[in-house]
């Protein structure tokens, strides 16, 4: 029995090692090839030119432009994910009955297992039209990109911020309706400023998506290097561009190759920093109710 155990022990052990070393190797990589791409580029160019183009003649390799799009794109997201998603939160846990709750909830969390892919085309086809119906629109834009995303990542953030109102004691909710509050002075002025913290990480959770998210962005956003903060603009983000990299005939070891870890290792370094926010949020969450 101890010996079952023992190999149990060590077989978990050497899962979670693997998982490790490949991060490890990852960034490695990532590293790697982004100190050989700085080694032909200046560093102060990369962050201050206004222009992306890798693949032009005359080569331009400003990030700025990428960057732009990526956060034009996640704000329009988030615009949209957050106030739909937090009522959705609030209403299924402060005033759906319980039958109600353990029935949409799954069927909400439904729309995070549709491929990206099919959000992209919904986007580009449905979407994009309808709007130019009503405003002067590029075929290809922010916008349209944006209010998919922002669709595509509700479940983020209802889900999880439901999970934590749910975790909010019962004695508080019934300490506000004991001094005469009513169910919606009590979910606005009790439960969320409670669940306060589980909320910004939900929001934090889904804003890391939505700026690592890919297809929706290469198919309706369009792949154009743009430095605007017009939403109704063709654009480009960095995992576009990763995207046209690598579809692309780029030969391997040139300049424009390893622009794409450059690429990579900027979008790495946004999303791990968030992702590290919302664990040290949730970390200092659970030790308030510990």
Known sequence: MKLKELFIEKLLFICALISVLITVGIIFVLVLDTFEFFKEVSFVD??????????????????????????????????????????????????ANKKFRTRIKPALELLAAIPTIVYGFFALTVVTP??????????????????????M??????????DALYSVPKSLREAAYGMGSTRLQTAFKGTVPTAASGIVVSIILAIS?????????????????????????????????????T?????????????????????????????????FIKKKYQEKYD
């Not at 479940?155 to 439901?162: F, T």
């Not at 939505?210 to 480009?236: F, N, S």
């Open 46 to 95: 990369f962050i201050t030119d206004a222009k992306w183009t890798p693949m032009f003649k005359d080569k331009h390799f400003g990030i700025g432009s990428l960057l732009v799009g990526t956060l034009l794109t996640t704000i329009i997201a988030i615009s949209v994910a957050v106030p739909i998603g937090l009522s959705i939160a609030i209403y299924l846990n402060e005033f």
């Open 130 to 151: 309808f709007l130019k119906q009503f405003i002067d629109i590029d075929s290809f834009n922010a916008l349209s990109a944006g209010l998919v995303m922002g669709i």
């Open 153 to 162: 990542i509700i479940p983020y953030i209802s889900s999880i911020s439901e």
């Open 209 to 245: 998506r939505a700026i690592g998210e890919t297809m929706i962005v290469a198919i309706a956003a369009g792949q154009k290097p743009t430095l605007t903060l017009d939403p109704t603009e063709t654009i480009a983000t960095i995992t576009s561009f990763i995207v046209q990299v």
């Open 247 to 279: 579809t692309g005939d780029v030969e391997h070891g040139s300049i424009e190759y390893k622009s794409l870890f450059a690429a990579g290792i900027t979008l790495f370094i946004f999303t791990f920093t968030l992702n590290s926010a919302s664990y």
